[in-house]
């Protein structure tokens, strides 16, 4: 993984290089440049001498600069430092979206520079597609604390629900790519998977034998994914490790609807997890 830093500033002579805000253009295995941004621990999380970071995925069609994302980042850095990124085919980032297949090779490529920041203990969350590439992503390759996985799917392909029937056109067509491209500022692969990649249900059960603990939160007035996704999620991940599933009232999908106060739990629990 290289990275380029841009903007980075210092708090003073022998600062923790996790003071320090930074963006950074890194490469990932296959050749893809990702766009990735650091913020720092708010001051309290600061004096607390934390060495925590929380590498953040956002959901299909967002980006670090949309607000959704920002804020989910301000309310986590009360917490621990804070690395987002754009996935392939996503704002500033190059590529095409795979939808969740070579996503995983983004976010490895942003926890390593997290690491590379001085992080000592990484976690991961994500939301509704990013919240399926954490659970793969710490199944294949390991090296986090904790996941938390909100609006995740737990399977893939699904078109139960009249938004993920849109989504799929989209995906799948090629109107649909000009409309992702033009309309969402998604740019999407048009080649389709050669292999399946593992299912998050799959992959929470990897985790369980990890040891690795996860976080399943999931609203009950999702639109695009009906309560069997997080559960299902939750019992795979159940068996060998610690796996928590919070199902919360009127909450909708991913980070465009997740409020302050849902951020601040799903915060604690990624500070307190072991």
């Not at 925590?52 to 949309?66: D, I, K, M, N």
């Not at 959704?68 to 987002?84: E, F, P």
Request: net charge positive; glycine share 12%.
């Amino acid at each position: 993984m290289e990275a380029v830093a841009k903007g980075l500033t210092r708090t003073g002579t022998g600062a923790r290089p996790w003071s320090a805000p930074a963006e950074a253009l890194l490469l990932t295995p296959d050749g893809v440049r990702i766009h990735a941004a650091h913020r720092p621990a708010d001051a309290d999380a600061a004096a607390a001498g934390t060495d925590l970071a929380v590498v953040l995925a956002h959901g299909f069609s967002g980006a670090v600069e949309r607000p959704a994302l920002q804020r989910a980042a301000g309310v986590l850095s009360h917490h621990a430092g804070v690395v987002t990124f754009s996935f392939r085919g996503h704002g500033r980032s190059g590529g095409l979206s795979t939808v969740g297949d070579r996503e995983v090779l983004d976010l490895q490529a942003a926890v390593e520079w997290a690491r590379s920041l001085g992080y000592r203990r990484i976690v991961t969350a994500g939301f509704s597609m990013g919240g399926a590439v954490v659970v793969r992503h710490a199944a294949l390759y390991g090296g986090v604390a904790a996941v938390a996985a909100v609006s995740a799917p737990a399977r893939w392909y699904y078109r139960g629900t009249v938004p993920m029937r849109r989504l799929h056109w989209v995906v799948m067509r090629p109107l649909g790519r000009v409309v992702g491209r033009l309309g969402l500022r998604t740019r999407i692969d048009p080649k389709e998977w050669k292999e399946i990649p593992v299912p998050p249900v799959r992959a929470a059960a990897l985790l369980a034998e990890r040891g690795i603990p996860l976080l399943v939160v999931h609203g009950d007035n999702d639109p695009y994914f009906p309560l069997d996704h997080p559960r299902s999620l939750h019992l795979a991940a159940s068996g060998k490790g610690s796996s928590e599933l919070w199902i919360e009232p009127g909450f909708g999908h991913a980070e465009n609807a997740a409020d302050e106060a849902l951020l601040e739990r799903v915060g604690d629990w990624l500070t307190s997890a072991r």
